[in-house]
């Protein structure tokens, strides 16, 4: 089931803050983030496992709350260059072990 | 290191017809993940293979298949195209199975006329 990413867009200045959502049904054994620009390719950002472990850029944060299967990703002092669709994909355990299963996508705009 | 890459990066094909995309993974990396990208689904899982066998597959009819070679090279085979099939095909290769960075490729784009 795909996971529900939330706001859908996003417009900021540059300077300004962001949080996207990333909310889930089932139970999670990982999450994962990426940014995918116009025409390019999705890029890594950050993965988030069940337990605390985090890998991923140093500028980017995000937490993972195993309680409420949800994820938020971080975007602080937004620049320019964070313009673009993130995605966050979902991972289980057991037969879905491997399969990332991918939110809607949250547009997010950044304005000088 | 070289990234993932994908051959070819544009195609038309008529409805029909079949298709074979290419995918080289990252020097190292033993699994390749296979994504369908539109505007109307998002991104969606095709299937995962890992040592030349394919360990998970997404909701796709049977028209979708694909493989992997001993180097780790895949490829994607969608047989009697139909125009739904139109998209961005995107590879990724992942060092090992599960809860590992998948770095994607470049995508072929897939037009079906």
């Known amino acids: 089931q795909q996971p529900v990413q939330s706001p859908q867009a996003v417009i900021l200045r540059e300077g300004e803050d962001a949080v996207i959502n990333c909310s889930s049904s089932?139970?999670?054994?990982?999450v994962h983030w990426y940014r995918q620009k116009h025409g390019e390719a999705p890029v890594f950002l950050m993965i988030?496992?069940?337990?605390?472990e985090q890998k991923g850029h140093e500028k980017i944060s995000a937490s993972f709350n195993e309680k409420k299967q949800q994820s938020s990703l971080y975007l602080t002092a937004s620049q320019l260059s964070y313009s673009g669709t993130y995605f966050c994909?979902?991972?289980?355990?057991?037969?879905?072990?491997?399969?990332?299963?991918f939110g809607q996508g949250t547009i997010l705009t950044v304005h000088p | 290191k070289a990234g993932v890459t994908q051959t070819p990066r544009y195609l038309i094909k008529t409805r029909g017809q079949q298709v074979t995309l290419s995918c080289s993974p990252i020097?190292?990396?033993?699994?390749v993940s296979w994504y369908q990208q539109t505007p109307g689904q998002g991104l969606q899982f095709l299937f995962e293979?890992?040592?030349?066998?394919?360990?998970n597959k997404g909701n796709f009819p049977g028209r979708f298949s694909g493989r992997q070679f001993s180097n780790s090279r895949s490829e994607m085979n969608v047989s009697t195209l139909e125009l739904g099939d139109s998209a961005l095909y995107l590879c990724?290769?992942?060092?090992?199975?599960?809860?590992?960075?998948?770095?994607f490729g470049p995508g072929t784009r897939l037009l079906v006329l």
């Open positions: 990724a290769s992942s060092l090992d199975r599960g809860s590992e960075t998948q770095y």
């Open positions: 293979y890992f040592s030349e066998t394919q360990r």
């Open positions: 089932k139970a999670l054994y990982s």
């Open positions: 020097s190292g990396h033993r699994s």
């Open positions: 994909g979902t991972e289980r355990r057991g037969t879905s072990y491997g399969k990332l299963t």
């Open positions: 988030l496992l069940k337990g605390g």
